[in-house]
């Protein structure tokens, strides 16, 4: 969800939000989600779920400021929330699993050192707005649950993280802490 806000955001349009007990899901919003799914959003007088769609549909209709990532752009750094999962559901800490996410976050790193201060370069596109909240959940969930976080040998991650985290668009849709960690624990994840 964080991913479509931050994408109306950036196009600086107007929206009114209207948040759901994904828990409690009252009969209005299972009536226009009847999979009781979200991100879930009006265009045009009609509904349209799912993060890609939705922020396909909103590049296409309000194309200025450009989010488009070009194509060969497009799956940087989209290893990396398959990995972070892996480590956090991990209870063999000599599972490679924590050695695959550092493998990720290493050639990210790489990349950003060669390509950044973005995934596109000079200017944020939709990979960044993607990819930032799940580099939000992993050090959320991480720090927690794991006591882990990115290594300070990863400059250009860190880096990335911190410029992004502290973009308005970021801080105005950031989920809460606590709302990460009880999103992530255990009973919850599985």
Known sequence: TQRVLLTIEEKHLPYDI?????????DWFLKISPEGKVPIVKL???????SDVITQAIEEKYPEPSL????EKASVGSKI??????FLKSKDPNDGTEQA????????????????PFINGETISAADLSLA???YHMEIALGHYKNWSVPD???????YMKTIFSMDSFVKTIALQEDVIAGWRPKVMG
């Not at 209207?18 to 009252?26: E, F, I, Q, W």
């Not at 996410?101 to 950003?112: G, I, R, V």
């Not at 040998?153 to 880096?159: A, F, N, P, R, Y």
């Open 18 to 26: 209207k948040l759901v007990d994904l828990a409690n899901k009252p």
């Open 44 to 50: 045009e007088e009609q509904w349209v779920a799912d």
């Open 68 to 71: 488009a990532t070009p194509p």
């Open 81 to 86: 929330f398959s990995t972070f999962i892996g």
């Open 101 to 116: 996410l550092l493998s990720e976050l290493t050639s990210f790193d790489s990349y950003l050192k060669d390509n950044g």
């Open 133 to 135: 909240p799940k580099l």
């Open 153 to 159: 040998s990863l400059s250009h991650v860190k880096k």
